[in-house]
């Protein structure tokens, strides 16, 4: 049995976020651009016809489109379904979705681009998403991975070509039996048409498969866009999210939902960091105890499988399995090893505009700000099911980057690649988690080992020690004033002390090392991606970025808004500081510097207006902050007035109002989810969300211990969207980045106070 057969015989329904399924003959129908030897990894039924990947449509009308993405949450099924429907002129209810599998068919070339610095040794040739050095290594490599708001980029055009073909063989078998010819026909509502006749695609789609179709693809002048509109933002949405359903009723698959004949069931210890040789551990204290199948030890961790995960974690603590290494690790002496890179550490400039550092000999005001490590704490934790059979491994997994964790599972029990089978799951939650695989490589061994299928699932305290958390860095801030000009500040300067994470990710990644081996690689080296966000949104002619890289001794990884993240928590409080030196509005003074930004410029006065932005007066505990992500040019972009003062227990924010511009909008009702859900994460991370390490381990290691807002602590949201024809852009990560720094000074107008270290109030009042 080949793995596309294994494929058909997943027990998740091929159409499983809709009721119902294709059934009868159908039409398959893929990028024809796109290469040929290419094979569609989908598995067609015997009386289907099969022409690639993207697009399958039923006897019974049914348009199944294939998704490359993870779904974590933030709605990407629906959102690429909707490109199809719209391009396709489908009626959305009988629109359906299945994940697709790893393949080149699917490569995220823009990613890859993105990426460049991380897998090529010529990044500077392979960072533009139309290089073909970066269209080499994704589709070679079955790069898909979900990650830094691509998908739309990714994904949209092969998408609009897909339907648009689709679209013209069934207007192509239609006009045959009107006699017409197929450009007359009209393609909506699921229907095909020419004046009183009407065919449906169900009645179509076996003639639609003999016909050749054109090339290029007739797309559509329009795109999949709505009206973001106050009015329309009332109503309900039109493409109303295919998930929720199934969310709703239980019956949606998560990665911890699995359930295999004679499956067992695994939980697992890994060693503080610092200490991660197993040394030893007490099987006899489990001898004889009712369920436990089997204990499985590795150098780096102990697990046990039992026929219920309770019953596994409680024979783990009764074991008591003991680590040792080079030392426990202690993030306190970390932190003060940041601090101490701005006079040790030689920078290295990543950006350089201008001659920032001559203005900058004695700078006008300078400031240290300070960010700690930061966990990603999913609802769902690390969670992966695998069956080996002694030749094939099948892996059910939530992987945001599939084929390298298909890839890493296999190596770790010695299979080449063609031997292992990965059937993508959604996840509960990711926010970057799921970019690592030290899961897969586990439940893999486990399996092996054990001769069952194995679900394993890290219990939370493994989850905040074993996945990297999002980076600490210290950034000095420094500014320089033109003389007697009332503030306006001619150079900028920020250096950045933390470890060349992103580069540290990349060799998990893409090389496939340990956190370890990762970690050493990465030493010493600037890292431009780790950087990102840090030149500010302003028109500022002397600019200048640096890098003092720094080793510390625990791992670091992505988490949602990554670097954007920090930069911009820097950015915008050392901003309104400068504001305050020069005696000027926080509002006022940035409009001025945004004369030839006409869209940021709109977003700042939009979210005043909405908040009644009183000038930032002390007393009024009113802050602003503002983003652009992405290229000048196009990107995105968002404005934020913070309310917030100091209450019982903490810091109170009880409004945020926001004003967004994402160029063209796909689907207002996702976009607002993304804002929202963006802002109360960013939230998070300005109350909470951090850990320290005391003797290797994570403190606090539960939820209830992060500070995270409770829904009693989320405050009014106000958003407001701009309508503009410029480039759709992902809003996923916008409000990530805006909220800490308009929380944080808002705060200083409540208090009088500057907070400059997250989490707030972390270095007290």
């Not at 990613?111 to 897998?119: D, H, I, R, S, V």
């Not at 704490?377 to 059979?389: H, L, P, Q, V």
């Not at 407001?720 to 409000?735: K, M, Q, R, V």
């Amino acid at each position: 049995m080949d793995w596309r057969e294994k494929l058909s015989q997943l027990p998740v329904t091929r159409r499983g976020l809709i009721a119902g399924a294709a059934a009868g003959g159908g039409l398959a129908v893929a990028w024809w651009l796109w290469p040929r030897h290419y094979s569609s990894p989908l598995a067609p039924r015997p009386d289907e016809r099969e022409f690639g990947g993207w697009i399958t449509i039923g006897r019974d009308g049914v348009v199944t489109v294939a998704v490359p993405q993870l779904e974590m949450g933030q709605g990407v099924t629906t959102l690429l379904a909707q490109v199809v429907a719209v391009e396709l002129g489908a009626d959305w209810r009988q629109i359906a979705v299945e994940p697709a599998p790893p393949s080149g068919l699917y490569a995220n070339v823009p990613l890859a681009a993105k990426w460049a610095p991380l897998w090529s040794n010529l990044p500077s040739l392979a960072d533009d998403p139309g290089s073909r050095l970066a269209e080499n290594f994704a589709r070679s490599n079955a790069f898909i991975a979900t990650a830094d708001g691509t998908s739309l980029a990714g994904y949209e055009p092969p998408l609009r070509e897909a339907a648009a073909t689709a679209r013209s063989l069934l207007a192509m078998a239609a006009a045959a039996r009107w006699n017409v010819d197929w450009e007359e026909c009209e393609v909506v509502g699921g229907l095909v048409r020419h004046g009183d006749q009407q065919f449906a695609f169900g009645d179509l789609v076996v003639d639609a498969a003999q016909f050749d179709p054109p090339e290029p693809p007739p797309v559509k002048v329009e795109r999949a866009a709505e009206d973001p509109s106050p009015a329309e933002a009332e109503l309900a949405p039109a493409f109303p999210r295919l998930d929720l359903p199934a969310k709703v009723d239980g019956s949606f698959l998560f990665a911890g939902d699995i359930r295999l004949p004679g499956m067992v069931y695994a939980s697992i210890r890994h060693g503080p960091l610092g200490a991660s040789h197993l040394l030893r551990f007490d099987t006899e204290a489990v001898a004889g105890m009712s369920g436990v199948v089997a204990v499985v030890k590795s150098q780096k961790y102990l697990a046990v499988a039992a026929e219920s995960w309770w019953i596994a974690e409680q024979a783990l603590r009764k074991i008591r399995p003991v680590f040792g290494g080079d030392g426990a690790v202690e993030s306190d002496a970390a932190m003060e090893a940041l601090e101490a890179a701005h006079g040790a550490v030689d920078a290295q400039r990543t950006i350089d505009v201008g001659d920032a550092d001559d203005l900058l000999a004695r700078a006008d005001y300078a400031e240290t700000y300070t960010v700690a490590p930061a966990v990603h704490a999913a609802i769902e934790t690390a969670s992966a099911t695998a069956r080996f059979d002694g030749n094939t491994l099948e892996l059910w997994i939530a992987a945001q980057a599939p084929e390298m964790t298909r890839r890493a599972a296999g190596k770790a029990i010695g299979l080449s690649p063609q031997d292992v089978v990965l059937y993508p799951t959604a996840a509960g939650g990711s926010f970057d988690a799921r970019l690592e695989r030290r899961h897969a490589i586990e439940v893999a061994q486990i399996a092996k080992e054990v001769g069952r299928p194995v679900q394993l699932t890290w219990p939370r305290v493994q989850e905040f020690q074993s996945v990297p958390v999002r980076t600490p860095v210290s950034a000095r801030m420094e500014a320089a004033f033109v003389p007697a000009s009332g503030g306006r500040i001619a150079a900028w300067r920020a250096r950045l002390a933390m470890p060349a994470t992103a580069r540290e990710f990349g060799r998990r990644l893409f090389d496939s090392k340990t956190a370890e081996a990762a970690m050493k690689h990465s030493e010493g080296k600037a890292d431009v991606l780790a950087c990102e966000g840090a030149v500010p949104p302003y028109a500022i002619d002397n600019v200048a970025i640096d890098h003092l890289p720094v080793s510390l001794p625990f791992p670091t990884g992505r988490l949602r808004g990554n670097a954007p993240a920090y930069t911009a928590f820097f950015t915008e409080c050392f901003i309104d500081e400068l504001a305050e030196r020069a005696g000027r509005d926080p509002f006022l003074y940035r409009m001025e510097m945004l004369g030839r930004m006409p869209r940021m410029a709109d977003c700042l006065r939009r979210a005043t207006r909405l908040a009644g932005w009183d000038g930032g007066r002390r007393g009024t505990g009113q802050g602003l902050a503002m983003v652009r992500m992405g290229s000048p040019d196009s990107g995105g972009r968002i404005a934020c007035v913070a309310q917030a003062a100091l209450g019982e227990g903490g810091v109170r924010v009880t409004k945020l109002h926001a004003a967004v511009d994402i160029g063209r909008i796909v689907n207002h009702d996702i976009a607002r989810q993304q804002i929202e859900g963006g802002l109360i994460f960013g939230l998070s991370l300005a109350t909470g969300s951090s850990i320290a390490y005391e003797d290797g381990k994570p403190v606090p290691n539960r939820l209830s211990g992060l500070s995270l807002p409770t829904l009693a602590d989320c405050p009014d949201i106000v958003v407001e969207f701009i309508t503009s024809d410029a480039p759709a852009f992902d809003p996923g990560e916008l409000g990530v980045a805006v909220a800490p720094p308009a929380i944080a000074n808002a705060l200083y107008s409540a208090t009088g106070v500057r907070f400059r270290r997250l989490p707030l109030l972390s270095e007290g009042i």
